[in-house]
């Protein structure tokens, strides 16, 4: 049986042979912010905004493994805080390049993608599993109603 701490220090290692610049939510998006710099109408055409959520699962769901947001404590930190929300909210409000034609930018719905993909499931599980336990036998808090 994993103990959390077992899990815990087991998700340190899961990037640990991955280049830094592939594994850091913070470089990847600088680099797909230069790309779209240089190149604003092929970048659009690319619909990167619409992947990028999709690559970042993985590197948001590490951060995300002993977050709680229903206990108190240093497991519930607020979102905001995190790493990965303030890179990828730094890059969903950056600036489009003048040069591009285009009115709309589909970077700007980066950040409510991720938490639509990745934070509600999360969510989601918590708050399943919490209904779940409040249900069995012994537990008073919720049978009460």
């Known amino acids: 049986i994993l103990s959390i701490d077992n899990v815990l220090e087991e998700s340190k290692k899961i990037f640990e042979d991955v280049h830094a610049d592939v594994c850091d ?14 190149f604003p109408d092929s970048y659009c055409d690319a619909y990167i905004g ?4 999709k690559l970042l699962n993985p590197l948001v769901r590490v ?9 108190e404590g240093q497991n519930s930190t607020d979102l905001k805080e995190m790493p990965w929300f303030r890179a990828v909210e ?3 409000d950056a600036k489009k390049p003048s040069e591009s034609k285009r009115d709309d930018d589909p ?9 639509e993909k990745t934070i509600l499931p999360k969510i989601t599980g918590i708050l399943r599993l919490s209904w779940e336990r409040s249900l069995q036998p012994g537990n008073e808090t919720l049978n009460k109603w």
Request: glycine share 2%; net charge positive.
């Open 63 to 71: 951060q995300l493994i002993n977050w709680s947001p229903l206990e």
């Open 25 to 38: 939510i913070r470089k990847i998006l600088l680099k797909f912010q230069e790309r779209k710099e240089k």
């Open 90 to 92: 730094g890059f969903s």
């Open 107 to 115: 970077d700007e719905e980066v950040l409510p993608r991720v938490i």
């Open 50 to 53: 619409f992947c990028l959520p």
